[in-house]
């Protein structure tokens, strides 16, 4: 039964400091920006009283805090008049938004001015509430910065696109309003909004923190739950066309091993399989490919590898990750290293890891479908010669896995030191994200390059053996499928049929 405060929470996406996010949570904040968001009572009492807190130490204490009245980075030893501290922040803003390649998509961005304002909300990094708020304003107007993928470091935070995040709540930089690539200061004009005018600490709070790479994180690991959900589907279906063995799907073989992702991984296309009449056929082999008889083990390990990174995701999307930190209950403000990205840094090289492990085997389970083995014909056309039937989408599916493999190069193994020495490691988080991005985005292709001959090969099987069928759950897929993409006959153009698959995976509910 829904109370009213479900009924709260859905009507709006909810910046709570008592809440602990979830990554589909955050997910919806990029997807769903229709919904609302505000900060909760409890978020804008941290952030004021962690503001008077700032202000009572700036005009009654001369001690140096970093970045409140010092320099930044290797000017950290000069000290900064009282007079100049609202400058200091804007000539932050103007001097760190160097970000440059491809501009981060609309999703992200959203998902980084919640994220943003929820670190914010713990009431530790000195913000102003007119601030905070601002970040939210811009999300419910659908306000986006343009921010740029490249120029993070992953160290001191995020900092170039934490920048270009932040210059248009000061009537800087660029933006996407209403359909519209404008500058920041028309965008305002436009939704009424005035520029701020940071104060001492605002501009740091902004640009320090990890909210580039985490929203990338969040996107990257809610779509690596989605497409493991398709590749053990896809292992199913494609099990049925290539008459595999369903016998290594026992439950008994994976208990005997106790690895949960891989128990996890064969009752899922166990259950896919229930009721096939083309499983329960005699089989003329003893055993299959490794690319049929290990996909438990194989899928079950990037389970188990999704599942770690959505466990550090969630703690990172949960955290005060700039700095200094204020601590106004311990009179205290303290300069550390939690804008370092080195935990996300590591997850994003592995979740791209395993996720393009998923990628391997489905294009191995594409090439056995096409080499004309097990009673299907070559290409899966049976008019070979003149027609070449499907021949070319293993040699995508081929390109596309082999650049997931330079992909998957780990980023935090690297570190260039910057800053003239003051930083001297840095995680390399940010590129860690990106390519972790484009992993995501060549699975599905890859996955859906494996639905287009799966299913092609079952419309084959069929007439092989009468019209016999998969499970109910498979036939429902494959129908669905067929309204988006006809069986292939004779030669045609394919690649709107990869397009159709790879939106049909991208869009599809499950239940």
Request: charged share 15%; aromatic share 6%; proline share 5%.
């Amino acid at each position: 039964m829904e109370t009213p405060s479900t009924i709260q929470q859905q009507r709006q996406h909810l910046i709570c400091p008592k809440h602990r996010l979830g990554i589909s949570e955050a997910y919806r904040w990029a997807t769903q920006p229709q919904i609302p968001a505000a900060l909760s009572d409890q978020a804008i009492t941290h952030i004021q009283a962690c503001r008077a807190y700032i202000e009572q130490k700036i005009t009654q204490s001369d001690t140096a805090f970093y970045g409140i009245n010092t320099g930044f980075g290797l000017l950290c030893d000069i000290r900064i008049a009282p007079q100049d501290l609202a400058d200091l922040q804007h000539n932050l803003l103007l001097s760190h938004a160097v970000g440059t390649g491809a501009e981060v998509p609309a999703p992200l961005v959203r998902l980084m001015l919640l994220l943003k304002a929820q670190s914010l909300s713990y009431g530790h990094s000195g913000i102003a509430l007119s601030t905070a708020q601002r970040l939210i304003d811009f999300y419910n107007a659908d306000l986006l910065p343009i921010v740029y993928e490249q120029g993070s470091l992953g160290a001191s935070g995020d900092l170039a696109p934490l920048s270009h995040l932040s210059l248009p709540l000061i009537g800087l930089g660029e933006v996407r309003y209403k359909g519209e690539r404008m500058s920041a200061a028309q965008a305002l004009s436009q939704a009424g909004l005035s520029p701020l005018r940071l104060q001492a600490k605002e501009g740091l709070a902004l640009i320090n923190g990890t909210q580039f790479m985490s929203a990338y994180a969040v996107w990257g690991t809610a779509q690596a739950r989605h497409l493991a959900r398709w590749a053990d589907l896809l292992a199913a279906m494609s099990i049925d066309a290539y008459d595999a063995h369903p016998t290594p799907l026992s439950p008994l073989i994976h208990r005997a091993r106790k690895q949960r992702g891989q128990q996890r991984s064969a009752a899922r296309i166990s259950a896919w399989l229930e009721g096939s009449a083309m499983a329960q056929q005699p089989k003329a082999q003893v055993q299959d490919p490794y690319s049929f008889r290990c996909i438990p083990q194989i899928h079950g390990a990037s389970l188990d590898a999704v599942k770690y990174v959505r466990r550090i995701v969630r703690r990172e999307i949960n955290a005060v990750t700039d700095n200094p930190l204020v601590f106004a209950d311990e009179d205290t403000i303290l300069s550390g290293g939690n804008f370092h990205g080195q935990p996300l840094a590591l997850s994003l090289d592995f979740l791209g890891i395993a996720l393009a492990e998923l990628g391997n085997l489905s294009e191995r389970r594409t090439y056995k479908l096409l080499d004309g083995a097990r009673r299907l014909p070559i290409f899966l056309t049976e008019h070979s010669g003149l027609h070449s039937g499907l021949m070319m989408l293993q040699y995508t599916a081929a390109a596309i896995v082999s650049q997931n493999k330079q992909l998957c190069t780990p980023a935090s193994i690297d570190s260039i030191v910057s800053s003239n020495g003051q930083e001297d490691h840095v995680s390399m988080g940010a590129n860690a994200a990106t390519k972790c991005y484009r992993i995501v985005e060549n699975l599905t292709t890859i996955l859906g390059i494996e639905l287009i001959c799966v299913g092609q090969a079952l419309s084959l099987r069929r007439r092989e053996n009468g019209g016999i069928s998969s499970s109910a759950a498979i036939e429902m897929i494959y129908e669905a499928f067929r309204r988006q993409v006809a069986p292939l006959d004779t030669d045609r153009f394919l690649q709107p049929d990869i397009a159709q698959a790879v939106q049909f995976i991208r869009n599809w509910k499950w239940a």
